[in-house]
Nanobody, 124 residues
Framework: QVQLVESGGGLVQPGGSLRLSCAASGFTLDYYAIGWFRQAPGKEREGVSCFSVNDGSTLYADSVKGRFTLSRDNAKNTVSLQMSSLKPEDTAVYYC?????????????????WGQGTQVTVSS
């Protein structure tokens, strides 16, 4: 059964770092785009980063480019999101999701399985 489980969230000071992990089961990462999304209270879910199997590229939202890094560990079937220089506006529940194809998308409708989410709070 397909399952995605996020972990690594928590409370961090502005300027600090966190590493989120997404453990995948029921499938391998070889043929699916994997995206990270986040949703702050009262706001819509937005795309953060995505790895595209199609061309091996990693995409980032402008708001996190240069601060967040997505990585894959195929041996462990996990996808990580290293977050640095965190800002209060990064506070949100972070989700990983499996795409319906090789291609990345910033649209939630293009992802068919989602993790439960992990809370990231950036506050002094």
């Amino acid at each position: 059964q397909v399952q995605l489980v996020e972990s690594g969230g928590g409370l961090v000071q502005p300027g600090g770092s966190l590493r989120l992990s997404c453990a995948a089961s029921g499938f391998t990462l070889d043929y699916y785009a994997i995206g990270w999304f986040r949703q702050a209270p009262g706001k819509e879910r937005e795309g953060v980063s995505c790895f595209s199997v199609n061309d091996g590229s990693t995409l980032y939202a402008d708001s996190v480019k240069g601060r967040f890094t997505l990585s894959r560990d195929n041996a462990k079937n996990t996808v990580s999101l290293q977050m640095s220089s965190l800002k209060p506006e990064d506070t949100a529940v972070y989700y990983c999701a499996r795409g319906m194809s090789y291609f990345c998308s910033d649209h939630t409708a293009e992802f068919d399985y989602w993790g439960q989410g992990t809370q990231v709070t950036v506050s002094s």
